[in-house]
């Protein structure tokens, strides 16, 4: 059997110089590049969010759009090569879910890696953006406002290292269970560590502002405000909304969830809660002010709090069972209660800045480097 002999090394790079200087330069291909897709229609968006791989960027024209089914994907993409979802250069991009079924979600994503900035969400049938079992994810300024149920959710077990930053989420109501399930922020059914809220703006939605039902993991929760959470404007006669800032717990579940920097105000329930957690829940130089329950409702867990202001609200400032850790606190002996620069929340509704972090204020401070949220 006959068989061709290779060619020295040599001769092949000879070849190929002979080759340039016959045919002109010689171009070598590049690493393959991550895809920039660029999406103008609803179809176009639901394609590429479902078809994404490791480092994809799905840009979104400017627009309101309105899909007929549950934009999904369940690509994942890595640490060193996320998939990104975001507007085009500074377009405002809404995706409306009017155009959904009953019952329909407008976003659910059941992957890994991906960062997701600066759109909004509104007037979904139910959820509007859910995150299921998924790891790894960045949620930049991203705004859910006057759906059907809970506003942003994370659900599902490993859901592990997550941020959610900047979120406003507001006006969620679930008619058919007359205010009982939309909060603004859910974190509910499931575990996974590593998660964390950060900056977020929680308010006027019929249930809580953030609620932790039956997780079974810490979340650490920083710079966050809830207010406003349970209140009928909904004119439901049978309304049930909790009305809670945090619900920091439920469903027999012991975790030590960590709040710090945080505020709760004019929230129909009380402002930070337990909800049967006998976890070493940690609350930190945070503020309550003028809920219409307690500022701070710990009566049967072991909770840490430490340098928290509690002010004007309804059924007093704490109730706190025997193995909570109360030190610092302005209920606590010695602790002054320090005066607020200004209890008009008006600029709390204002433009976020530049960076997306909280508006500027001078509600609720105190000008205090010890006690109470620093209200940014």
């Known amino acids: 059997m006959s068989r061709t002999a290779a060619r020295p090394r040599g001769t092949l790079l000879a070849l190929?110089?002979?080759?340039?200087?016959?045919?002109?330069p010689v171009v070598l291909a590049s690493p393959a590049q991550a895809a920039t897709v660029v999406v103008s229609t609803a179809t176009e968006l639901a394609s590429a969010v479902k078809?994404?791989?490791p480092g994809t960027v799905i840009q979104v024209r400017g627009g309101t759009y309105r899909?007929?089914?549950?934009?999904?994907?369940?690509?994942?993409?890595?640490?060193?090569?996320?998939i990104r979802l975001e507007p085009y250069g500074s377009e405002s991009v809404v995706i409306d879910g009017s155009g959904l079924p009953a019952g329909a979600w407008i976003f659910k994503l059941t992957a890994d890696y991906w960062t997701v900035s600066n759109l909004t969400f509104q007037n979904s049938p139910d959820s509007a953006v859910v995150c299921t079992s998924c790891t790894g994810t960045v949620w930049n300024r991203i705004t859910t406002r006057n759906g059907g149920d809970s506003g942003f959710t994370?659900?599902?077990?490993?859901?592990?290292?997550?941020?959610?930053?900047?979120?406003?989420?507001?006006?969620?109501?679930?008619?058919?269970?007359?205010?009982?399930?939309?909060?603004?922020?859910?974190?509910?059914?499931?575990?996974?560590?590593?998660?964390?809220?950060?900056?977020?703006?929680?308010?006027?939605?019929?249930?809580?502002?953030?609620?932790?039902?039956?997780?079974?993991?810490?979340v650490t929760i920083e710079h966050t405000w809830a207010w406003g959470n349970g209140r009928n404007r909904w004119s439901d006669s049978a309304f049930a909304g909790d009305g809670n800032g945090y619900k920091l717990g439920g469903d027999g579940e012991v975790v030590a969830h960590v709040v710090n920097n945080s505020a709760a105000w004019s929230n129909a329930g009380n402002g930070f809660t337990e909800n049967s957690n006998k976890g070493a829940i940690v609350i930190n130089r945070t503020t309550a002010y003028a809920n219409g329950k307690w500022g701070y409702y710990l009566a049967t867990g072991a909770a840490r709090l430490g340098r928290n202001l509690a002010v004007g609200n309804g059924s007093g400032l704490v109730n706190k069972g025997s193995s909570v850790v109360s030190s610092g606190n302005n209920w606590d002996s010695g602790i002054a209660t320090p005066a607020f620069v200004s209890t008009n929340p008006a600029t709390a509704y204002g433009a976020r800045k530049a960076d997306g972090s909280l508006p500027a204020t001078t509600f609720l401070t105190t000008g205090s480097t010890?006690?109470?949220?620093?209200?940014?």
């Open 154 to 218: 994370l659900t599902g077990a490993d859901t592990n290292n997550n941020t959610v930053r900047n979120l406003d989420s507001y006006g969620h109501y679930d008619a058919a269970n007359h205010g009982e399930n939309a909060d603004g922020l859910a974190i509910k059914f499931g575990s996974g560590s590593g998660n964390l809220i950060t900056g977020a703006r929680l308010f006027d939605n019929s249930d809580d502002g953030v609620d932790l039902w039956s997780w079974s993991s810490p």
């Open 51 to 53: 078809n994404a791989a």
């Open 16 to 24: 190929t110089v002979l080759a340039a200087s016959v045919a002109g």
């Open 67 to 82: 899909p007929t089914a549950t934009l999904q994907s369940t690509a994942n993409g890595t640490a060193s090569a996320p």
């Open 370 to 376: 010890t006690i109470g949220s620093t209200m940014n």
